[in-house]
T-cell receptor, first 112, second 115 residues
Framework: ETGVTQTPRHLVMGMTNKKSLKCEQH?????MYWYKQSAKKPLELMFV???????ENNSVPSRFSPECPNSSHLFLHLHTLQPEDSALYLC???????????FGPGTRLTVT | AQSVTQPDIHITVSEGASLELRCNYS??????LFWYVQSPGQGLQLLLK??????LVQGIKGFEAEFKRSQSSFNLRKPSVHWSDAAEYFC?????????????FGKGTTLSVSS
């Protein structure tokens, strides 16, 4: 595997379910990010991790819970989501906190 | 506050014609600037970046962009568009020396290519 991978690619879940999104980067980067991409809206930064420590949390509802166990892996734990949380969730990584970011293919999440 | 504006929501260009996508940014210091492309159902792919130096930067797939400080612009260009260039294009700005700062993206421009 190369670059940034995300699993699953598609997820349908009910509002009472608990699920997790996984991201893995094979680039040796130190920073990882979660973004939300909804139709007709710009990309929204959700969380930033640098060297496994969270450095930014952009007022994201607590039903989204990130986890970064090491510099290569990033998770987004989901519980009691709302239909408006349906979106494409993108993971990215970068060598440091500034500079170019490399994106995974995203997880298309549908909340029913 | 930093911001990025892409004035054109949707552009249609004939195959073989030239392309220019506009991007204006708001940032007090010299920004880091990026262009990304996103095909349907895919993540974002980096086309090119500007950090410093030569204001005309070359990227992948035949794209180039020019940083114009006086106009706060970073427009993307391609001399001859191919049908495979149809996608959504995002301009982004990053800040220097701000812990925890990530990229700020514009809302994107959708490019359609007609035959």
């Amino acid at each position: 595997e190369t670059g940034v991978t995300q699993t699953p690619r598609h997820l349908v879940m009910g509002m009472t379910n608990k699920k997790s999104l996984k991201c893995e980067q094979h680039l040796g980067h130190n920073a990882m990010y979660w973004y939300k991409q909804s139709a007709k809206k710009p990309l929204e930064l959700m969380f930033v991790y640098s060297l496994e420590e969270r450095v930014e949390n952009n007022s994201v509802p607590s039903r989204f819970s990130p986890e970064c166990p090491n510099s290569s892996h990033l998770f987004l734990h989901l519980h009691t989501l709302q239909p408006e949380d349906s979106a494409l969730y993108l993971c990215a990584s970068s060598p440091g906190l500034t500079g170019e970011q490399y994106f995974g293919p995203g997880t298309r999440l549908t909340v029913t | 506050a930093q911001s990025v504006t892409q004035p054109d929501i949707h552009i249609t260009v004939s195959e073989g014609a030239s392309l220019e996508l506009r991007c204006n940014y708001s940032y007090g210091a010299t920004p880091y600037l990026f262009w990304y492309v996103q095909s349907p159902g895919q993540g974002l792919q980096l086309l090119l970046k500007y950090f410093s130096g030569d204001t005309l930067v070359q990227g992948i797939k035949g794209f180039e962009a020019e940083f114009k400080r006086s106009q706060s612009s970073f427009n993307l260009r391609k001399p001859s568009v191919h049908w495979s260039d149809a996608a959504e294009y995002f301009c982004a700005v990053g800040a220097e020396n701000q812990a925890g700062t990530a990229l700020i993206f514009g809302k994107g421009t959708t490019l359609s290519v007609s035959s």
